[in-house]
Each structure stands twice: as C-alpha cells, then as structure tokens.
Nanobody, 122 residues
Framework: QVQLVESGGGLVQAGGSLKLSCAASGRTFSNYCMAWFRQAPGKEREFVAD????????NYADSVKGRFTITRDNAKKTVFLKMNNLKPEDTDVYYCAADLSRITTSAGAAYWGQGTQMTVSS
C-alpha cells in the first residue's frame, strides 16, 4: 500500500505561480512512477504530468507543457508540481497518483491522493 497526501493548493491570480506537493508513505517510494492529474466537476480526470522512478523521464500534457514542471525527491518521498504562468482554465482539483508502471491514464494508477483544490482568478 502507498498513501499519498497532496498539499499546496489555493487561490492564485492569473499569471502567478504555485507549487503542489505530494507526500508518500508506505512502500518504497523510489520504486514507483508518479503522476499528477486534474479534474473539474462533471469532467473526466485529466493527465497533467508524470515522472519515472528515478526522475529521468518526464512527460507533460500539451496544455501545460512549458509552464508546469514535475520533480521528485526520493529521499523525502515527495513529488512536486511547479506551476507557472497559471491560467483560469488551470482551475481544478489536482490529484497525485502512483504506480509501479508508467502512468499515462487515470486507469493506470493504483494509488491516489485525496486531491487539492487550485483556483486561478482572472
């Protein structure tokens, strides 16, 4: 079992920045691929970014490429999502996910956090 707890959400103005954190506990964090997803009410959960267990491979959704950066600190069992140049359309609940395999869809993640709300005001 892996437990994930997100933090760092909040309210930010358009053009601003925010950094989300996801702290993991349980099994060996460094064995897991990690990802961030986001979801608006009534919509499907959307892939944002993922990172391999050692951090060598990172992928981003086109909508956030160049603005968001995913990183991880295996010693602290934490994955981060730094978000720059935020837009109102980035407003969502952001979820952290973990799996032993690469995560590209929400169906591919075995473990989820509870989510953190991030709101961008125009």
């Amino acid at each position: 079992q892996v437990q994930l707890v997100e933090s760092g959400g909040g309210l930010v103005q358009a053009g601003g920045s925010l950094k989300l954190s996801c702290a993991a506990s349980g099994r060996t964090f460094s064995n897991y691929c990690m990802a961030w997803f986001r979801q608006a009410p009534g919509k499907e959960r959307e892939f944002v970014a993922d990172i391999s267990w050692a951090g060598a491979r990172r992928n981003y959704a086109d909508s956030v490429k160049g603005r968001f950066t995913i990183t991880r600190d295996n010693a602290k069992k934490t994955v981060f999502l730094k978000m720059n140049n935020l837009k109102p359309e980035d407003t969502d609940v952001y979820y952290c996910a973990a799996d032993l395999s690469r995560i590209t869809t929400s169906a591919g993640a075995a473990y989820w956090g509870q989510g953190t709300q991030m709101t961008v005001s125009s």
